[in-house]
């Protein structure tokens, strides 16, 4: 792995979201250690793009049922301190009272402790919730070159989703993007001049010159009315003193990316979201393309054996098409059609599942029907049940249905034949 060249580079990562509409699948665990695609976890998106960046010395800030992040984290994530190189996960500080972090810039502040400790030249801020590849290196360069003491990464989105991000206007006279106003989540938004029905949105990712992250944090504490919000308060407060610049995410050039996975990012804040992206890496040409070894996901080593696909009972041949089969899966005399399904998921004869994320250790009975839906670990359909088919007969059962007609089912739920 590269060693950091240039300036003392330190990575904060966010990762204390409640994710509430992802609900079930936030029930016990925090947003970024959903699982996804498979074998990961959200947050390995993240601090996969910092070490593929060469940023090796990170902190991930946790706070909500940080249990199973923790867990991910300290078992995937450790790397040799001897090096000099760690991921640390941290759980709120309550340095400052009894009371948890409020918000991302509150979890900073409680935090300093660990910026003072090391002394770097720049901190790079980034949440855990996106999929996506970026060189995070490219965007400090960019930073330092245009004398920026705050860069936001920015990326268009669809004007009707403006609500759901921080949106940026440019200084249309500066040539290096100097951020001219910031609005966190407007519910008027406009749009750019060029494609009216875009915004320049927030990535959610920050480069700060290190004394200038230090001092925003520290006065925003003192604030009553800020609610301590690195979108909703710190970013607005740099852009008023003409100190924020925006980095455009196209800008970002990642080794081995492909023309249909240049620019992929997804904010999988939702269930339907969540499960598009997982359609995207089912998709014949990958859209989001995981095989891309020049710039890899890493996540924890599976001691599983290899996916197995057999015949059944009825001498039914066990097959997957256009899916993604982790280690440890079985299909035995089944069908499996654009589904992404994670560690040690079985799926027994005459079953058929259709555009489903199973995870892991689903078990699917003889002769179910599953369609279009999201099984969270641990769950056990027993023989004979359809679960996507009727939507009425799905909501009735207790299980999420949105309003797209997914289907989702929490970890662990018990299944009456
Ligand atoms: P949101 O995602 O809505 O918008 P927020 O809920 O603060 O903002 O989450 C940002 C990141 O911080 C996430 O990774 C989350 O897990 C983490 N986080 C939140 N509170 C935290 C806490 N107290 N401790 C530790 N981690 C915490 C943000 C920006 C928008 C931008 C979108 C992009 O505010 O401007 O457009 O991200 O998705």
Redesign the pocket.
Known sequence: MARQRGPKVFAI???????KRLMPLTADR???AVPFGGIYRLIDF?LSNLANSGFLQMVV????KSHSLDRHVTKTWRMSTMLGNYVAPVP?QQRRGKQ?????A???YQSLNLIHDEHPDIVVV?????VYRMDFAQMVEQHIESGARAT?AAIRQPIEMAN????IELDQSSPQKKIAA?R??PSDPVGLVDAPHEVL?????YVFDTDALIEAVTADAELEDSK?????DI?PAFVERGEAYAYDFRDNVIPGATDRDFGYWR?V?TLDSFFDAHMDLVSIHPIFNVYNYDWPIMTNASSFPPAKFIHGASARQGMATGSMISPGCIISGSVVNGSVLSPNVHVHSFAQVDDAVLLDNVQIGRHCRIQRAIIDKDVSVPPGVSIGLDHDDDRARGFTVTDSGLVVIGKGTVIPS
Do not use: C, R
Request: charged residues 15%; hydrophobic residues 40%; without cysteine.
């Open positions: 990562v966010l990762a204390g979201g409640e994710g925090a947003k970024p993240a800030l946790t706070q909500y709120a948890w972090f409020s918000g991302s509150d979890a900073i980034v949440g855990a919730d996106h936001v759901q991000f921080g949106v910031f966190e989540k949105a927030s990535m959610g990712n301590h919000d690195m979108g909703g970013i904010d804040g």
